[in-house]
């Protein structure tokens, strides 16, 4: 007998918790301007594991042809991506509704 997800009860190779976690988390896209005046774009709310960040990020830099890294709590862009990453966010599974542009 397979293992069962401590979350929804289902087995571990139908359990839909990850998925929920997506629809469920508000995510905020801001643009800062950071040290010596470089434009920077900031995600909070994105991943709670450090690996799931680090993949988003990945796919994020590969995407827009630019820099970044995963820190605790937040990803950060190089550059000024609001205006199009709210459509590469929808297209890695996040509810369009729960991304807010600042």
């Known amino acids: 007998m397979g293992s ?3 979350g929804c009860g289902l087995p571990t190779d139908l359990c839909v918790c990850q ?3 997506k629809e ?3 995510i ?3 643009f800062e301007k950071r040290r010596f005046n470089k434009p920077t774009t900031i995600i909070e709310g994105l991943a709670t594991k450090k690996a799931d960040a680090e993949r988003i990020v990945k796919n994020l830099k590969t995407k ?3 820099g970044g890294a995963a820190k605790e709590g937040y ?3 190089q550059g ?3 205006d199009v990453l709210k459509s590469h966010l929808v ?3 996040y509810n369009e509704s729960s991304i807010e542009i600042q």
């Open 91 to 93: 297209q890695l599974g």
């Open 24 to 26: 469920e988390t508000r």
């Open 28 to 30: 905020v896209v801001r």
């Open 75 to 77: 990803l950060l862009l």
């Open 4 to 6: 069962v997800c401590n």
């Open 19 to 21: 998925e929920l976690a």
């Open 64 to 66: 827009l042809a630019c």
């Open 80 to 82: 000024d991506h609001r």
